[in-house]
């Protein structure tokens, strides 16, 4: 029996159609939700702010970059939380009991905590499918919540869209002619 659904959310596609499947779960199964984002140095958004100092090849920080940079990272903070909030009303509307946070750090290490913390009977969380080669170079959130969590897991595989199809469709068949 399910009590409380801890959905890791950020801000992406594949995020949503995880809070979808995890709001259709919570309502068959009378479950709380509970919506987490984790703030990371590491998100591509965030990532974007840093640059190379002309005279530099590595990043350096100066005053005015320093306060952009801050101010970037407030931005984005304010950015997750309305998203929250939104996906929250959401969750409301259906008539499920719902809460949010975010956090910051490393993601993967982060959702399992909360899920401890929190008693989360399951994760739902969403998986790009980013490629082998790239989760082995990398990991993945979602691979690291996959063999750390305290609980069970609900993955939700990012769908390929047709545009992509097409493009690898077109690919094979001109890469054999």
């Not at 509970?34 to 958004?45: G, K, M």
């Not at 998203?83 to 959401?90: E, G, P, V, W």
């Not at 750090?105 to 490629?131: E, F, H, L, N, P």
Request: aromatic share 8%.
């Amino acid at each position: 029996m399910l009590n409380k659904i801890l959905v890791a959310i950020d801000n992406s596609e594949i995020s949503r159609q995880a809070f979808d499947e995890a709001l259709s779960l919570a309502k068959v199964s009378n479950a709380s939700l509970i919506l987490f984002h984790v703030l990371s140095p590491f998100e591509d958004d965030y990532t974007k702010v840093v640059s190379l100092n002309s005279s530099s090849i590595y990043p350096t920080f100066n005053a005015d970059f320093s306060n952009y940079y801050l101010k970037h990272w407030e931005e984005i903070k304010q950015e997750r939380i309305d998203l929250l909030n939104k996906l929250a009303d959401t969750a409301r509307i259906s008539g499920v009991d719902v809460e949010f946070s975010l956090s910051l750090g490393s993601a993967g290490k982060i959702i399992c905590d909360k899920a401890r913390d929190c008693g989360a009977d399951v994760i739902v969380i969403g998986r790009r499918g980013i490629g082998l080669i790239s989760e082995f170079l990398l990991g993945s959130v979602s691979n690291y919540v996959l063999h750390h969590a305290p609980c069970s897991v609900f993955t939700v595989q990012q769908k390929v869209n047709e545009t992509h199809a097409i493009h690898s469709k077109e690919y094979l068949t001109s890469s054999h002619s």
